[in-house]
């Protein structure tokens, strides 16, 4: 690691001043990407400011018709929140599964959905859901919120503060993993919500996107027999040394078809 | 049986210090006034060395000087040495280029090492190290065996044109040649072994420190054979005279082979201590480790097996291209020739067979011995092959192998291949792993398996390996430049307990404990009472160290000349003590007693005797009870065994899963059952992780290693092996005293070609008859979808 400033503020308008005075200042989450970045030395910020004395951040609320997760809340305590765990299982389920112990007990939701990884499992769970990104700023739709390769709609120093994720009637998330890395190779969320099948996939493209010829079988009867014989593009798909895209295309439908199976369809 | 000797599963002594973070490994330790070396690595796999600019580096606080590979010449350092010349069929030496340890003009892989930077501190190092600016003119590069095989291809080195280090066979053509054509069945295969990242847990570390006032130097480094990098660097890379460098190994978190080699940063570090008079620290980082431990494996074959009608082994012949990266490391000749060659009979009665093998240079990190070393490569491709001939002639696959075992009443059997196994019985092996595997019952498995749309399969490999290296006359005419014995003392302190000096090297192995189990079952001795000590040459006898599956081989054989000794001293001094003849002297569970009578003295009055000598023939025996023994193996050892293995493919994605494992080994006798069986669990881990996972990929256009991370490079954790069913069938080595043939290496010998052959019998109803390893989801799936289309 090149050498940098370590900041544990205590409020949000602490870190807004550490990161207007200093402009190579990187927010820490849970640190579960950028302090491998910062190891390898490709990442230099001067200033690193935690968030993990921010307790504004660390809650998990249940409301009416959603559930709503503060951003530094990590993903170990998504996977064993009651709350999560009774209203939308297939989240915890999604969360239990991310990489390993190690990492799930240090990354946090914020951190993901802030990084966009194209591998990374949360982002297909905002996408299928219909999350809601609260920044301090804004609120963001999920759909107008993955833009690209580790690029979102995000502006510069905007802070991510919590997501809400409105209650699906059903929902499942399943991963292809990376054996190495446990990143998702394909992951998919399907969710039956109030507004419609949504399908969401993360690890085959630069970010997670929607189906939407998915979506239309699945609207017309949510059967994993479905999507039998549809199959996805591989054009855009992410081609490397564990996945070519082709296959990537192949385990979408795949993923797919076993996410509507573990949502009951 | 002697409580915790020979046979008992007692735990491990060493284990209270590495669970509660006892251990002291090499970057545990600190020297006063202690610098810190960051290499500065070459980021291209062919230029040449314009310039190098150190200013910017050595003008940052903190940083003490930055030294190139110029001036380690300047000083007269030397190249680091190859421990292995091959002689081509031609009757030529091989291709040897210099290997100095910092280059000079030219590198030749991503890693090679540039320039040291010495710094008060790691952090500072580290960073100034990138202010070291070379000037490179890249060069053309090839990574990979085929590519370097062109005629057009770039070339490593003007001294091997082609690449070519050597060309070398081994076995007579002629008979070969008849066996084909009197054949009526000819199994054909072309296999690839990958090459791959060995990972000890423990990166590798090395501490120079150069004493001033004595002129003398210590290396703590992490080594497998400390006395094997005090000749190595002493006599040829730093003309340091044996009595003036101490080696210390001290603990070691794994090695897997990759820890034997003498590697650049030992003797940079050694060099620069003495060179700005300061101790000097090295550790590599893990990323450092993918691109500069030696890696392992890397071949292309061609082999055929000629069969009668009936099935039996005619005649075999193998071509091989085996890469050796872009130096020759220390043992790297040795692995793909007299460790690969010599090991393709198998267990099998093949009565004529020829090899002939490449060795290549390529633009790679320099390839050695990784666990197993060559006989991995031999059984992969011949139990592959066997499946093939299988497949071709409609014979049982399990009978095939059975109709061509060597019988276990035809030891000692000459195989065509220069060896001669002294002792096995492959078809108990085998009959034994079938029982453990319900292979019976297989059928039932596959329909169930197949009624949850899983494709299950079977899949066998019957092994020999050749371990406990080795005959020291024979190694020497075969190419080895040092010997392949063991040193062991025995020290019998005054007041009875042990303390055991040992030329083997644990790092992992247990030796702690099964060494002090041999002392506890020859002497009687508590085993709370036996301190066994290794890896320093500074108290140690002149050791070779561990590798190839020696330690109990040679270094327990060495170990067992030792106690031979004592135990003869011992019933001398009994025999005065008890005025006896010493003939009458019966020495049993620590107790000498004179034979038919009550008397006796117990081993430790003998031993406060031997150092009290107030009632003891001086006249006709030294004082003292310490011996010393070199132990020089008769021949190698060659435990075999059967692995069996079951795997489940999901056709909707590939994915391979291995339902069930078993092992039955012929390891000779066993000194401790639980050690052995870790030893298997571990091995075949690796072998699964070869067979499955673990793909070293280089960017053939750039050179670059792809999988260079263990983000990318996939090893295997607990939760990808399954319950492991192993045992033992027990045949006994004849030529040492102990029966003992060794068992470090063989899961990784016996298992990847077993999962192999699994998860092609699972494809076989697709007439998928081969798979490239690892057997990646993508690749099974592809081979599904293209059968199928």
């Given at each position: 690691m090149y050498e940098f400033s370590y900041q544990h503020p205590s409020s949000l308008d602490e870190v807004r001043r550490l990161l207007q005075e200093n402009d190579e200042a990187k927010i820490l989450a849970g640190g579960m990407t950028l302090l491998p970045t910062m190891k390898l030395r490709l990442a230099r910020p001067s200033h690193l400011i935690d968030l993990a004395g921010i307790e504004s951040l660390q809650h998990i609320d249940d409301e009416r018709s959603s559930v709503v997760i503060g951003a530094m809340v990590r993903h170990a305590a998504v996977a064993e929140s009651k709350v999560v765990r009774s209203r939308i299982p297939g989240l915890a389920d999604l969360a239990a599964n991310i990489g390993d112990a190690q990492v799930r007990n240090r990354g946090t939701l914020g951190g993901s959905v802030s990084n966009s990884d194209p591998a990374a499992d949360y982002p297909a769970a905002l996408l299928a859901l219909a999350a809601r990104i609260t920044t301090d700023r804004r609120e963001i739709a999920a759909d107008d919120y993955f833009l690209g390769l580790f690029e979102t709609a995000l502006e510069p120093g905007e802070i991510v503060q919590s997501v809400h994720f409105p209650v699906p009637k059903r929902t499942a998330y399943a991963k292809f993993r990376n054996p190495a890395s446990r990143y998702a190779i394909v992951g998919v969320m399907v969710a039956e919500t109030s507004d419609g099948v949504r399908v969401a996939v993360t690890g085959a493209g630069a970010c997670a996107f929607r189906v939407k010829e998915f979506e239309e079988a699945l609207a017309k009867k949510f059967s994993a027999t479905s999507l039998d014989g549809m199959s996805i593009a591989a054009d855009d798909l992410n081609s490397d040394m564990h996945a070519s895209a082709e296959y990537r295309a192949h385990l979408v439908r795949v993923m797919a078809q076993r996410a509507v199976s573990g949502a009951g369809g | 049986m002697t409580k915790n000797g020979i046979g008992e599963s007692v735990r491990r002594k060493e284990d209270h210090r590495f669970i509660t973070g006892g251990g002291q490994y090499t970057d545990d330790i600190n020297r006063p006034h202690q610098l810190y070396a960051s290499i500065v690595r070459s980021p291209l796999p062919h230029a040449r060395i314009l310039a190098i600019a150190t200013d910017a580096a050595e003008n940052r606080q903190g940083v003490v000087a930055v030294l190139t590979g110029k001036d380690m010449a300047a000083d007269g350092v030397g190249g680091l040495p190859c421990g292995w010349g091959i002689t081509s069929r031609d009757g030529t030496a091989m291709a040897e280029p210099g290997h100095p340890p910092l280059a000079v003009d030219v590198v030749r892989y991503v890693g090679d090492q540039v320039a040291v930077v010495l710094a008060e501190s790691r952090a500072i190092a580290r960073d100034a190290a990138e202010l070291v600016d070379v000037d490179y003119e890249e060069l053309p590069a090839v990574t990979d065996l085929v590519a370097a095989s062109k005629t057009d291809a770039p070339q490593v080195w003007d001294i091997a044109p082609g690449n070519v280090c050597f060309d070398w066979h081994i076995g007579d053509a002629a008979p070969v040649a008849k066996a084909f054509a009197a054949a009526a069945h000819v199994a054909k295969l072309d296999v690839v072994n990958t090459r791959l990242i060995p990972n000890a847990m423990e990166p590798r570390a090395a501490i120079g420190d150069y004493d001033n006032g004595k002129d003398e130097y210590t290396l703590y480094t992490t080594s497998q054979n400390p006395h094997v990098i005090r000749l190595l660097m002493g006599a040829y890379v730093l003309h340091i005279p044996e009595h003036k460098l101490r080696v210390i190994a001290p603990d070691v978190g794994g090695g897997f082979g990759s820890k034997i080699f003498h590697y650049a940063e030992e003797a940079i570090v050694t060099w620069a201590s003495r060179r700005v008079g300061r101790p000097v620290k090295w550790a590599a980082e893990r990323s450092e480790s993918f691109m500069s431990d030696a890696h392992g494996r890397d071949h292309v074959s061609h082999a055929e097996l000629a069969l009668s009608k009936e099935g039996d082994f005619l005649g075999l012949r193998v071509s091989t291209r085996a890469n050796l990266g872009a130096y020759l490391s220390t043992f790297g000749p040795s692995v793909p020739t007299y460790l690969y060659g010599t090991l393709l009979a198998g267990p099998y009665k093949t009565p004529a067979i020829y090899c002939e093998v490449k060795g290549m240079f390529t633009h790679t990190v320099p390839v050695d011995a990784y666990r197993g070393a060559g006989r991995p490569e031999a059984s992969y491709l011949l139990e592959r092959l066997v499946d093939v001939a299988a497949r071709l002639t409609g014979i049982d696959k399990v009978e095939l192998r059975r109709r061509n075992f060597i019988s276990p009443d035809s030891f000692p059997y000459q195989t065509p291949v220069a060896l001669q196994y002294d002792s096995g019985d492959y078809h108990a092996c085998l009959d034994k792993a079938l029982e453990m595997a319900g292979y019976n019952d297989f059928g039932k498995r596959r329909d169930a398996s197949a009624k949850n749309g899983k494709l299950r399969g079977v899949g066998f490999s019957s092994y020999i390996e050749?371990?406990?290296?080795?005959?020291?006359?024979?190694?020497?005419?075969?190419?080895?430049?040092?010997?392949?014995?063991?040193?062991?003392?025995?020290?019998?302190?005054?007041?009875?307990?042990?303390?055991?000096?040992?030329?083997?090297?644990?790092?992992?192995?247990?030796?702690?404990?099964?060494?002090?189990?041999?002392?506890?079952?020859?002497?009687?001795?508590?085993?709370?009472?036996?301190?066994?000590?290794?890896?320093?040459?500074?108290?140690?006898?002149?050791?070779?160290?561990?590798?190839?599956?020696?330690?109990?081989?040679?270094?327990?054989?060495?170990?067992?000349?030792?106690?031979?000794?004592?135990?003869?001293?011992?019933?001398?001094?009994?025999?005065?003590?008890?005025?006896?003849?010493?003939?009458?002297?019966?020495?049993?569970?620590?107790?000498?007693?004179?034979?038919?009578?009550?008397?006796?003295?117990?081993?430790?009055?003998?031993?406060?005797?031997?150092?009290?000598?107030?009632?003891?023939?001086?006249?006709?025996?030294?004082?003292?009870?310490?011996?010393?023994?070199?132990?020089?193996?008769?021949?190698?050892?060659?435990?075999?065994?059967?692995?069996?293995?079951?795997?489940?493919?999901?056709?909707?994605?590939?994915?391979?899963?291995?339902?069930?494992?078993?092992?039955?080994?012929?390891?000779?006798?066993i000194i401790n059952p639980m050690i052995v069986e870790g030893q298997v669990h571990g091995g075949v881990t690796q072998g699964i992780g070869q067979a499955l996972y673990e793909q070293c990929v280089y960017d053939p256009d750039s050179g670059q290693l792809l999988s260079g991370s263990l983000m990318d490079y996939c090893l295997p954790k607990a939760g990808d092996v399954p319950e492991f069913n192993v045992a033992t069938n027990v045949t006994l080595c004849t030529h040492n005293e102990l029966g003992v043939k060794g068992c470090g290496e063989a899961g990784t010998i016996g298992s990847t070609p077993a999962v192999i052959n699994a998860v092609l019998d699972a494809l076989s109803k697709f007439k998928v008859s081969d798979i490239q390893i690892p057997a990646t989801p993508e690749r099974v799936w592809r081979a599904i979808r293209s059968a199928a289309a």
């Open positions: - | 050749a371990c406990g290296l080795a005959p020291s006359n024979l190694a020497g005419q075969l190419g080895a430049r040092a010997g392949l014995y063991e040193a062991g003392t025995i020290r019998v302190n005054p007041t009875g307990s042990v303390t055991v000096l040992t030329g083997s090297h644990s790092h992992g192995q247990g030796h702690e404990t099964t060494f002090a189990q041999l002392v506890t079952e020859a002497l009687g001795v508590d085993f709370d009472n036996v301190e066994v000590v290794h890896g320093d040459t500074g108290k140690i006898p002149f050791g070779m160290g561990t590798y190839g599956s020696r330690s109990m081989a040679v270094g327990g054989m060495a170990l067992q000349a030792a106690l031979g000794k004592i135990r003869r001293k011992a019933k001398k001094i009994a025999a005065h003590l008890l005025e006896a003849a010493e003939a009458d002297i019966e020495f049993a569970n620590g107790t000498l007693t004179v034979a038919g009578t009550d008397r006796s003295v117990s081993f430790a009055d003998v031993a406060l005797s031997a150092y009290v000598p107030h009632n003891y023939p001086l006249d006709v025996l030294e004082p003292g009870l310490e011996e010393t023994a070199f132990y020089d193996p008769k021949n190698f050892t060659y435990p075999s065994g059967c692995h069996i293995c079951e795997v489940e493919i999901d056709p909707d994605t590939g994915v391979v899963d291995v339902v069930s494992f078993v092992a039955a080994d012929d390891f000779g006798r």
